[in-house]
């Protein structure tokens, strides 16, 4: 009977979720020959819970698109400018961070923390934030054509001339939402 258990549990396939190694090196590396000289460039890398020290590597500007950032925290780290286009970044944590002239167009960012997240200027057209928490957000400017914002929490926001065409907001928490007034919402296809 050993024998069997022994054997089903070596038979068994677990999953885990981890950073790529070679990811890991392109970041090691080039926290040490650059510095802050380059923008990084991260495409396709799978990160998921590697720990981004701020101090170390710089994310401004960076290309990080088609990346899985998936549950990672990126509390208060400054990505304006960044590319994360496609990206994966569900569950991520961006409290305070600064995703400001962001390209977070097609990115899924469901279930984030953004609270007092800085994303002026930013494009999230056809962004999933489903679930996603943007209190006290500041989205002035921002394009959120098309963007998916089912049971997001939008409370005290500021939507200052936001772009929100097409965007869906089934049960969407907007209590106290900033700037609503400026809110740019178009008849849009978003087929």
Do not use: P
Not at 45 to 70: M, Q, V
Not at 125 to 140: F, G, P, V, Y
Not at 162 to 181: C, F, H, K, M, P
Request: hydrophobic share 40%; with cysteine; charged share 15%.
């Amino acid at each position: 009977m050993k024998r069997i258990a022994v054997l089903a549990c070596t038979l068994l396939t677990v999953n885990v979720y981890a950073a790529n190694q070679d990811d890991i090196q392109k970041l090691i590396q080039f926290g040490k020959s650059h510095k802050d000289k380059a923008a990084l460039d991260l495409s396709h890398a799978d990160l998921r819970n590697y720990s981004f020290t701020e101090s170390k590597i710089n994310l401004k500007g960076a290309n990080l698109s088609h990346s899985n950032l998936s549950g990672m925290n990126l509390a208060g780290m400054d990505l304006s400018g960044a590319n994360l286009s496609h990206s994966d970044l569900r569950k991520t944590k961006l409290t305070e961070a600064n995703l400001s002239n962001a390209n977070l167009s097609y990115a899924i960012l469901s279930g984030a923390q953004m609270q007092n997240t800085n994303m002026t200027h930013a494009n999230l057209s056809r962004a999933e934030l489903i679930t996603a928490n943007l209190q006290s957000a500041n989205l002035s400017h921002a394009n959120l054509k098309c963007s998916n914002l089912n049971q997001a929490n939008l409370s005290n926001s500021n939507f200052t001339k936001a772009n929100i065409s097409g965007a869906t907001l089934v049960n969407t928490i907007t209590n106290e939402i900033g700037g609503y007034a400026d809110v740019v919402d178009k008849a849009t296809n978003c087929g």
